[in-house]
């Protein structure tokens, strides 16, 4: 079970006086061996400490059907106990860390810990407490920038390279957890490149570091005090640490919070093309080396991609000199990438390597079109030949009954049998479009498709099929013909 990093009472814990340092509190560059422990952590928490706050929210809730009892009732004294004002409404708080990442007072914290917030407020090290003001949130990297403001410049911390950490190398965190303020907790890096199937962004690098709630939205600094990532959510049985904790990167959390520091908002780079992931054997029927890569089975009409040279069908092996591994790959990728930068596409089409050149978008919203992986959904019949397939004519009733247009051409799959090479791929209603790379529009052009490829198997039957009004793409293992 995942438990994100919510703190669900009040503090201003944390204040313990310390002389307030101005600049930078981090010291980029030093040649401090990350996978050495340090004979102590106390010089380096009580540098940084200044630089981390409290997270502290008050929300109006409206009434949820409580009544609120009457002036002179014997129960009128727990109209107070419950927090209701008078119209009945009542407060509610929450609690959570962050860090000031500019000397005039810019914040970084996680948008779960300010959502729906009508106050802010920031509680610094030294018990001072300062009103914040949201500049922007990322909901679906839960990224949010606070400012607060005061004569003097803040101290801070700078953003570590979170791409050259390497897992053993000693980390510490600094937050608010239960409402402990200013508490500081060592660990390692345990893992990198994290997927906790929180959204489509995931790459949370893995700590052993002690977690808890009130941490969310805190630092987890290197050991030259530069902020490696930003605590976010734990997976515990019990609401507390058990060593599993996970931090957004920083080298994606400075990206975004700088978008929202400048623009507002996150923006994010857009192919527009629709992906399925491409396992070993459909790699290998495309004739590709290894076990990665994406196969692009929608181009949108308005998207990029659309003014480029892709087809549907490509299988898509690099995006600008980057391995795109999965369909979670990619959509990180494209996402990170500049917004208006050439980049160039390495792929597989027909059996053949080619590079495609993309002006990269701006994807429209926020997390409202990205890649997306297509459903692949079994269906059990029986029927008889190589691929275990039943074919038919493409009639009018069937593209009626299938809701397929007449400009495709093809042949319907009218049942698959459980003991053939294509169950659990193709299925009932499918419209095969391409064996092998070659169009088919009858079902005897099928049969010599299939005969032709099981005289010689050197890798498996590519097959391209329509379903829903989606492209989708089997490799289909036969038997070679005695």
Same mark, same amino acid.
């Given at each position: 079970? +995942? ?7 009040l503090?201003l ?32 928490s ?13 929300q109006? $809730? ?9 002036d ?78 005061? =004569? ?68 987890l ?11 976010t ?8 640490s058990?060593?599993?904790g996970? =931090? ?11 978008? $929202? ?55 898509v092996?690099s ?8 369909? +979670? ?13 050439d ?57 009626? +009954? ?12 009218? =049942?698959?049998?459980? +003991? ?13 479009i391409e ?21 010689? $198997? ?25």
């Amino acid at each position: 079970m +995942r438990y994100a990093l919510t703190a669900m009472c009040l503090s201003l814990a944390g204040t313990v006086p310390f002389a307030v340092a101005q600049g930078s509190l981090s010291m980029p560059g030093a040649e401090t061996d990350q996978q050495v422990m340090p004979d102590s952590f106390s010089a380096l928490s009580k540098r940084l400490m200044p630089a981390v706050v409290n997270i502290t929210t008050q929300q109006t $809730i409206a009434p949820q059907g409580l009544p609120e009892f009457p002036d002179g009732s014997p129960l009128e004294q727990f109209n107070e106990f419950f927090g209701r004002d008078p119209e009945g409404f009542s407060q509610q708080g929450s609690l959570g860390s962050g860090f000031v990442i500019s000397e005039d007072g810019l914040i970084v914290t996680n948008n779960h810990v300010i959502e729906g917030a009508d106050e802010i407020n920031a509680v610094f090290s030294d018990g001072r407490t300062l009103r914040a003001e949201l500049i922007g949130t990322d909901e679906a990297t839960d990224v949010a920038v606070l400012k607060v403001t005061q =004569s003097d410049p803040f101290p801070y911390v700078d953003w570590a390279d979170s791409d050259s950490a390497e897992v053993g190398d000693w980390v510490m965190a600094i937050g608010n957890p239960f409402g402990f303020g200013g508490s500081v907790s060592v660990g390692i890096v345990s893992a990198r490149n994290r997927d906790i199937q929180s959204g489509n962004y995931d790459d949370y690098i893995q700590t052993d570091a002690a977690i808890n709630r009130g941490n969310s939205g805190g630092p987890l600094f290197n050991l030259n005090g530069e902020v490696l990532g930003v605590n976010t959510a734990i997976i515990s049985p019990t609401g507390g640490s058990v060593g599993l904790g996970f =931090s957004i990167p920083a080298n994606l959390a400075r990206q975004i919070s700088g978008q $929202i520091i400048e623009f507002g908002s996150a923006r994010r780079g857009w192919f527009g093309v629709n992906v399925q992931p491409a396992d070993p054997e459909l790699a290998k029927a495309y004739g590709a080396d290894g076990n990665e890569g994406v196969i692009i089975t929608r181009i949108e009409d308005d998207g990029p991609a659309s003014e480029s040279d892709f087809e549907v069908g490509d299988l898509v092996l690099s995006f600008d000199g980057k391995p795109v591994e999965n369909v +979670r790959a990619l959509s990180r990728v494209v996402a990170e990438t500049e917004i208006g930068k050439d980049v160039d596409v390495d792929l597989v089409r027909d059996g053949r390597s080619k590079t495609v050149s993309l002006t990269l978008g701006e994807l429209p919203g926020s997390g409202e079109r990205e890649d997306k992986s297509e459903p692949i959904v079994p269906e059990s019949l029986l029927t008889r030949n190589p691929m275990g397939v039943d074919f038919s004519e493409l009639d009018e009733d069937a593209r009626r +009954r299938y809701g397929v247009s007449n400009d495709v051409d093809g042949v319907l799959v009218r =049942s698959v049998s459980p +003991r053939g090479p294509s169950f659990g791929k193709l299925q009932k209603g499918d419209v095969v479009i391409e064996l092998g790379f070659q169009s088919v529009s009858t079902p005897n052009e099928v049969l010599i498709a299939i005969d032709e490829a099981t005289k010689t $198997i050197e890798r498996p039957l590519l097959v391209r099929v329509l379903r829903g009004g989606q492209t989708m793409f089997f490799p289909i293992t036969l038997s070679p013909n005695a």
